[in-house]
């Protein structure tokens, strides 16, 4: 199997490109403001560099899950508003439907046009990866470019099916990110601490399976950690625990003890009820949580421990708050790791997940850390296996 040629390793001059980025940003409650734009702004590079090269671009990209149906809240206009900030000499143009659009469009497009496909997934063929449906959307182009490395873990026509029809090559973030998280699978330097928090173990199970093989350290927080605790016999009251997952969770402690990895759970928390919002919380040791509190964020002497562990680090992985960080009496933890993370300025540091970027996003000292992964599920399929489809595709 050949490998993966970026857009830096070939010549790309003066053609039409499709470029399938990952515009899929957090919006506001209201749609009509983009809450983050990191994904948005992560791109741009590859979009300056192509340009500058004098090809024409044309954006596919999805935005929320409007399964299959033209949803306008999830209209890319929005995003194309955001794109002509950061390319003020360019005229951003939504294609409604490229489906229908006339052929004249694309052959009449200018040198400062950039023009943005419609949400793909207002399509159906998207997600079935319809080869009908990628090779019309492929048709428009002469090169195809994956730069979506959030999506590249997904089998769907504009990151998959297209490269059927057209040499394709990754984008500079897509590099970025398989360069990044490749270098944690194959030499990071020691200690080598992960840091895995959220909310339910399913997600996280084959992340923290592989972290026990590679890390050091292990730290799990956030709900995922209560079952662990409860598969040590811990009360953990009324918290979010998945007893089913009791036996797994055992196994995978066993399996850290074997691999010689220390795991760190939480030894004391804080306390409340996620729904009363007024409630702020009260610390305890995590062998006292009463029976109707659940736990929401870990507590100081955790935070203490943790905070010794990240100082010594030389590679540093994080994905999952490791509190219920949407309330703010219990973000404290989440935010202490974000701190703790960008103070050890010697480590590697990787940060990714959807909410965890979410309860990070306006902080300062971003630029401290080291990468932050466009990729939330994409990052934890790619630590699992070192590869993922949308890549795989690349390589024919
Ligand atoms: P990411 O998107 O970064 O991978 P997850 O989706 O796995 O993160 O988990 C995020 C969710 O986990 C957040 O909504 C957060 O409130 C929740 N969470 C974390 N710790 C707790 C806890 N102790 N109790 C309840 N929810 C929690
Ligand atoms: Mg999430």
């Not at 001059?13 to 990952?22: M, Q, Y």
Request: proline letters at 4%.
């Amino acid at each position: 199997m050949s490998d993966i040629k970026y857009i830096d390793d070939v010549e790309l001059e003066g053609k039409t490109i499709l470029l399938r980025a990952d515009f899929n940003v957090s919006l506001n409650p209201n749609y009509l403001s983009i809450a983050d734009d990191e994904r948005i702004r992560q791109v741009i590079p590859t979009i300056k560099y192509l340009l500058k090269r004098k090809n024409k671009l044309i954006l596919a990209s999805h935005l929320g899950r409007p399964k299959g149906e033209r949803v306008q809240k999830f209209s890319l206009q929005i995003v194309c508003n955001q794109i002509k900030e950061y390319l003020p000499d360019y005229d951003i143009r939504l294609i409604q439907d490229f489906l229908t659009e006339p052929e004249e469009t694309f052959k009449n497009q200018k040198e400062n046009e950039i023009f943005v496909y419609e949400n793909t997934r207002f399509y159906p063929g998207e997600k079935k990866n319809d080869p009908e449906f990628a090779k019309k959307m492929a048709s428009h182009a002469d090169v195809f470019v994956n730069d979506a490395f959030g999506v590249s873990h997904r089998e769907d026509a504009s990151v998959v099916g297209v490269t059927n029809y057209l040499p394709s090559y990754g984008g500079l973030l897509l590099k970025k990110e398989i360069q990044m998280l490749s270098m944690i699978l194959k030499k990071p330097e020691k200690p080598f601490v992960a840091a895995i928090g959220g909310a339910k173990i399913e997600t996280k199970i084959k992340v923290l399976d592989r972290m026990m093989e590679l890390a050091d350290h292990l730290i799990i927080a956030g709900a995922l950690a209560n079952t662990f605790l409860y598969a040590q016999g811990i009360e953990v009251g009324a918290s979010l625990v998945e007893k089913d997952k009791a036996e797994l969770a055992q196994k995978l402690l066993f399996k850290a003890a074997q691999n010689d990895t220390s795991v760190i759970l939480p030894s004391d928390c804080v306390v409340g009820n996620s729904q009363e919002l007024e409630y702020g919380g009260r610390v305890c040791k995590i062998s006292e949580v009463p029976k109707d509190k659940q736990i929401l964020d870990i507590g100081p002497e955790t935070t203490a421990r943790i905070g010794t562990i990240i100082a010594k680090a030389k590679t540093i992985v994080w994905n999952g708050p490791v509190g219920y960080f949407e309330n703010i009496h219990y973000r404290q933890g989440t935010d202490f790791m974000y701190y703790a993370i960008t103070n050890n300025e010697d480590a590697v540091s990787i940060v990714g997940g959807g909410d965890t970027l979410a309860a990070i996003s306006k902080k300062e000292y971003l630029e401290k850390l080291t990468h932050i992964s466009t990729g939330g599920g994409a990052m934890l399929e790619f630590i699992e296996k070192g590869t993922l489809p949308g890549i795989e595709a690349l390589k024919k």
